[in-house]
């Protein structure tokens, strides 16, 4: 009998699969594990409008993220082989250790790993310990403290909450009265105990570029760069928002550039948390600034990035699901090699009209895509109606991605299916990926 390279015979069997959360993150990586041959059932929880398709292999799940008693019952009724969680807020909230305890495989940190990202302060502690390339910075708990930082050295810092804040608790300001601003704001309640404490930190100029680091506490597989589109508006203008659209792999970090952000900062990352004490089982993201000087860590996070998810996924083989697997066994070196498409995948979100601030809901959406191998489409803020009708009920909407030999032909794909999606009020920048774009 031939023995399927995805099917290494010193990994634990590998047929059912939970993956935590519900958004368009989620839906990829639900979708992208599906496609793993072994594996018969995938079911997400809570899903979206879009994940219910029990004919794709996948099967959504009521059950909220944070719901740790739930899905522990869920896994043990449902004989699950391998949890991935993927929001912050439950990895934050300890989701992945109850799991663990309970004696599930669980791709995620634990809640003292998920402060990679869940406190800033935390976070930039460990790259100074650790002589990570990242901006200088100074930690503060109160306005005097931080107005009296912010005088002394006179210029315009930017101002991170401390806690998950949604994307929103930074501002990068222009000048030292907007910085003065922003402190008073945060420590006015703005971001509520998100922004009790406050990482004030040295402004960096340079491109901004993902790279994702699956981990299985000691060694790591380092996916293909992406570029994320942060702002709202063409031109890279507006308001930030959780991520407009994306690319992979970045050509602005070339082979040599990511070898040396894996050596200058993803693992000395993992050494320094395992000196903690930390076994880290789970993606670290490390959201890069490339400076004249070099690459330098403008934040870390603990998952995957949304919209840069939606977008590697398809460039990702079927080794994938055995590769989070031996990640959340602590054993990578028993995984098969994951193997990455030589394509260029682009990934455009279509979001409601008034996202950020106040995103309108309810829209009924129409969709008209042709099945294909090289597009897809994931959704984020849908739900299905009970009468059958998927309306819009998030900002960001859902996202289309499509695979080509170049960013021109697949940007042209994704365009070209957003013209068959509709809902009122759809809003989409035109101009993702006009970095490596010819028109
Ligand atoms: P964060 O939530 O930490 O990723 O910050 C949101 C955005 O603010 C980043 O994507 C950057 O565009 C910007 N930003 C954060 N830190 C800095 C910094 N030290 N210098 C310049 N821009 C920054
Ligand atoms: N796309 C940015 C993020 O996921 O944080």
Known sequence: MAISPTRPSNLPKLQRVLVVGGGGREHALAWALQRCPEIEAVWISPGNGGTNSPGAGISAIAIAETDSAALIAHCQAEA??????????????????????????????????????????WSKQLMRDANIPTAGHWSVSNEADALKVLNTVDRPLVVKADGLAAGKGVTVADTVEQAAAAIQDAFGGRFGSAGSQLVLEERLDGPEVSVFALCDGERMVV??????????????????????????????LSEEGLDTVRRTVLEPTLQALKERGIDYRGVIYAGLMLTATGPQVIEFNCRFGDPECQTLMPLLGPELARVLQACAIGRLDLAPALTIKPQCSACVVAAASGYPESPRKGDPITIDLPVSQTRQLFHAGTRREESGVLVSSGGRVLAVIAQADDFDAAFSAAYSDLERVSFEGITYRRDIGHQVRSS
Do not use: C, W
Not at 108 to 115: I, W
């Open 80 to 121: 699950i082989d391998l949890v991935v969680i993927g929001p912050e807020a439950p990895l934050a909230a300890g989701v992945a250790d109850d799991l663990r305890e309970s004696g599930l495989a669980v791709f995620g940190p634990s809640a003292t790993g998920a402060q990679l990202e869940a406190s800033k302060a």
């Open 223 to 252: 996916l293909p760069p992406a570029q994320d589109h942060k702002r709202l508006e063409d031109g890279d203008r507006g308001p930030n928002t959780g991520g407009m659209g994306a690319y992979a792999p970045a050509p602005l």
